[in-house]
T-cell receptor, first 115, second 111 residues
Framework: KAGVTQTPRYLIKTRGQQVTLSCSPI?????VSWYQQTPGQGLQFLFE???????NKGNFPGRFSGRQFSNSRSEMNVSTLELGDSALYLC??????????????FGSGTQLSVL | GNSVTQMEGPVTLSEEAFLTINCTYT??????LFWYVQYPGEGLQLLLK?????DKGSNKGFEATYRKETTSFHLEKGSVQVSDSAVYFC??????????FGAGTTVTVRA
């Protein structure tokens, strides 16, 4: 069974641009979550989707948005990029049955660098 | 809100040494507790979990016990190997569809 696939693996953008990151969950998984990982802030929750509905959102500005498609694939978008958005963005999937206690399967991440 | 506090690293050990990484948490209700591991160049993967008080999670020689009275979930391994070198994250989940992570502890095991 294929794991969680994130594309692209690396991305370089300049301030003010926007970026879209993609995540394909494990087949059969209906929940997709996104996390931002930085050396200073660690792992921060961005949002979680289940069956195209956002069930929770982290404390990030409105420049960060996401969506989930009917095939469970998900995208996140960051508009008007800032230097501080440079980070590893991790996607995770799970079957999505309950609000707690589930094992998350993480992708290898997209490393975003904002210049 | 929920939060996780992990002992700071980095931690450097010799092979076959005993490893302990302390983790304490603050949460409303009764969260589930996890340890995730991130090997160099890879994504996070679940190491073990516990879903209620006094549960013991175990995997690959690692163990952690859910202690509600001390709000702790310390990770232990009796004899580490070089292949255990990684970053270890303690995390919790309440009824909110998300994980709250600790800052991570970098462990390096020398041969």
């Amino acid at each position: 069974k294929a794991g969680v696939t994130q594309t692209p693996r690396y991305l370089i953008k300049t301030r003010g641009q926007q970026v879209t990151l993609s995540c394909s969950p494990i087949s059969g998984h209906r929940s997709v979550s996104w996390y931002q990982q930085t050396p200073g802030q660690g792992l921060q929750f961005l949002f979680e989707y289940f069956s195209e509905t956002q069930r929770n959102k982290g404390n990030f500005p409105g420049r960060f948005s996401g969506r989930q498609f009917s095939n469970s694939r998900s995208e996140m978008n960051v508009s008007t990029l800032e230097l501080g958005d440079s980070a590893l963005y991790l996607c995770a999937s799970s079957p999505g049955q309950g609000p707690r206690g589930e094992k998350l399967f993480f992708g290898s991440g997209t490393q975003l660098s904002v210049l | 809100g929920n939060s996780v506090t992990q002992m700071e690293g980095p931690v450097t050990l010799s092979e076959e040494a005993f490893l302990t990484i302390n983790c304490t948490y603050t949460a409303t209700g009764y969260p589930s507790l996890f340890w995730y591991v991130q090997y160099p160049g890879e994504g996070l993967q679940l190491l073990l979990k516990a879903t209620k008080a006094d549960d013991k999670g175990s995997n690959k020689g690692f163990e952690a016990t859910y202690r509600k009275e001390t709000t702790s979930f310390h990770l232990e391994k009796g004899s580490v190997q070089v292949s255990d070198s990684a970053v270890y994250f303690c995390a919790l989940s309440s009824n909110d569809y998300k994980l709250s992570f600790g800052a991570g502890t970098t462990v390096t095991v020398r041969a």
